[in-house]
């Protein structure tokens, strides 16, 4: 893997009449990488997508894809790219075969047809009309399309929507298998464990602006671990503690949750320490923690925590506006 | 950089290279769908066998009408195959692929704009000109052949006629919901053009009045005075010229061709959707 872009974009905005969708996006995909754009309906992930598939002109700022404008310099670069769009469609009177060869044909350096339908386990469908396909066969073939014209670079915009699990991971092998051959991949997806499963870097869009990158791993360890019980007594009775009957616990964020039921939720940067504070406190007093859950933050967790953020900022929003 | 921006802005559409071998691709597609899709199909082969029929009882007719008859029903057949294969069939074709999202897919693909609206429409073109050949042989077989004084126009009408109606057909497309409002966008266009372009009445019949000097502009007329000059011989007076002369006669129908086709891309550019709305 070499740090040449292979995507690079600078300050990237785009306008639909006065709403701004995409807000100054900068964002580099270097060659081999995946990065998996993340956001929330309505983040602005397929308008930024588009921009960068050459699709749509940008109203702002920088795009390049191997070194060119893809919106006006498509012609040079559209052979290296291979696009699976959200949605996209077929004609449901043409075979799988018959799509594929017309595909094909259009293409300057196709792929055996034969090869990549065996590649998304459609070749017993080949002979198929399309009308006939389930929603996860058609989006199967959507991928083959994709990655018939061999592309350097690969723009997948929810390629496992649909997809049994075990098709999802076959999907993901395939991709995995494109990456190491050295195809760039930019990906976006809702799920966030395709997102851990998949990518080098990760980068959430949020109200039309990036508002974090990173691996899984950078962006799992800015977020707190998790810690929830329930407190009984000897006995087996429930107590409910108060904020203050709780040991002091050095890495929790925010004031701990309790609920009617007794249920104590807290979060922590230092789940170790605290977790061992916690049971000493328990144990001293012969108190039970049922229903005990320690864990630490996933990227689900972090991006539905940067989702409540966002309301926030939207409420900010509200009140400048007024 | 404001520059960067109105730069940016002016993009426009990609350029109109178009490759053979693309267009071939994607029209032998659209054929296949032609064949599948009975509605078409049967629009597309019910007018050539009509029109056999037609020309079949037509024999009896004497001599002196035989030159005039036959050029004028080759072009009966090949205006309804312009305006129904290539007109009707085509704007419901764009309509059906823009609906089911294959033209978006073709967007993100190598293929131009031209190329994908080319390899749409070639099928068409097959049809009309399979059908104006058709016409030439039962012409031929059934009443007195024609002189063919100019066969070149012939070639001008229907494949001038094509492409100026393939574009009108991007326009109307763009205008149409759904493929079933496609029955209703393109009735205008049919509606207004057919009573002009000079099917029946006789050539010099209606000739030198207000409505003629209209119909003359109309898209379909020039395609009726291109067939009748090049099939014939006749000018619209029902002079029978000479070759030399037909080129002559042959100018203002190409010019009103070429007009309007200019004016069909431009309507095309301005209506013309590549994706549903939303």
């Known amino acids: ?322 | 950089m404001t520059t960067t921006i109105s730069n940016a802005r002016r993009s426009a559409t990609p350029t109109a290279t178009i490759s053979p071998r693309r267009v071939a691709v994607l029209a032998r597609a659209e054929l296949r769908l032609l064949v599948r899709n009975r509605t078409a199909l049967f629009n597309a082969l019910l007018l050539p066998a009509a029109t056999v029929g037609l020309f079949s009882t037509m024999g009896g007719l004497g001599d002196e009408a035989a030159g005039v008859v036959g050029p004028m029903l080759l072009n009966i057949l090949t205006i309804m195959a312009l305006a129904l294969v290539v007109y009707y069939n085509l704007t419901v074709a764009y309509v059906a692929r823009r609906e089911e999202l294959v033209l978006k897919r073709y967007l993100v693909g190598e293929a131009s704009r031209a190329e994908i609206l080319a390899g749409a429409a070639a099928p068409a073109f097959a049809v009309a000109l399979a059908q104006t050949v058709l016409g030439v042989v039962a012409v031929s077989v059934f009443l007195e052949p024609p002189a063919f004084v100019n066969p070149l126009l012939m070639i001008v009408a229907v494949v001038g006629g094509a492409v100026m109606l393939t574009t009108l057909a991007a326009a109307t497309s763009g205008l149409s919901r759904t493929v079933e409002s496609a029955q209703l966008t393109t009735l205008p266009l049919l509606i207004v053009a057919l009573p002009f372009a000079g099917l029946f009445g006789g050539p010099g019949a209606s000739s030198g009045g207000v409505l003629d000097t209209i119909g003359t502009f109309t898209p379909l007329r020039p395609i009726t005075d291109l067939m009748l000059l090049g099939a014939g011989g006749l000018d619209g007076d029902g002079q029978v010229l000479t070759l030399a002369e037909t080129f002559a006669a042959a100018r203002l129908p190409v010019a009103v061709l070429i007009a309007w086709t200019i004016l069909g891309q431009f309507a095309a550019r301005r209506w013309m959707r590549w994706e549903p709305r939303r």
């Open chain 1, 1 to 322: 893997m070499t740090s040449e872009p292979i995507v690079h974009v600078r300050g990237a905005r785009r306008r639909y009449g006065t709403f701004e969708a995409v807000r100054g996006v900068d964002l580099d995909v270097r060659r081999g990488e995946l990065v998996a754009l993340l956001g929330t309906n309505g983040a602005g992930r397929t308008s930024f997508v588009e921009l960068v598939e050459g699709l749509a002109p940008s109203d702002g700022g920088t795009v390049r894809v191997l070194g060119r404008d893809p919106y006006r310099q498509r012609r040079e670069i559209v052979a290296s790219l291979g696009i699976m769009l959200q949605s996209a469609g077929f004609s449901g009177d043409l075979t799988v075969a018959e799509t594929a060869r017309t595909w094909a044909g259009t293409l300057t350096r196709p792929r055996a047809v034969d090869e990549v339908l065996a590649a998304v386990d459609l070749s017993h469908r080949a002979d198929v009309r399309v009308a006939s396909l389930s929603g996860g066969e058609k989006r199967r073939l959507d991928l083959a399309l994709a990655i018939m014209g061999d592309p350097e670079v690969l723009f997948l915009d929810e390629p496992t929507t649909g997809l049994d699990p075990e098709s999802r991971r076959a999907t993901w092998r395939l991709v995995q298998g494109m990456l190491a051959r050295g195809t760039t991949v930019l990906l976006t997806t809702h799920y966030l464990e395709e997102a851990e499963e998949l990518a080098d870097r990760i980068a959430i869009l949020q109200g039309g602006r990036i508002v974090r990158t990173g691996s899984v791993a950078d962006i799992v360890a800015a977020e707190p671990a998790r810690l929830e019980f329930v407190v009984r007594n000897r006995g087996g009775r429930e107590v409910v503690p108060t904020v203050d009957d709780l040991p002091s616990l050095e890495g929790v964020v925010d004031v701990p949750e309790i609920d009617r039921t007794g249920r104590v939720r807290l979060r922590t940067t230092t789940l170790q320490d605290d977790l061992f504070t916690l049971l000493q406190w328990a144990d001293a007093r012969q108190l039970r923690l049922d229903d005990l859950d320690a864990r630490s933050a996933s990227l689900e967790q972090a991006f539905l925590a940067m989702d409540d953020d966002r309301n926030d900022t939207r409420n900010d929003d509200t009140e400048v506006a007024a």
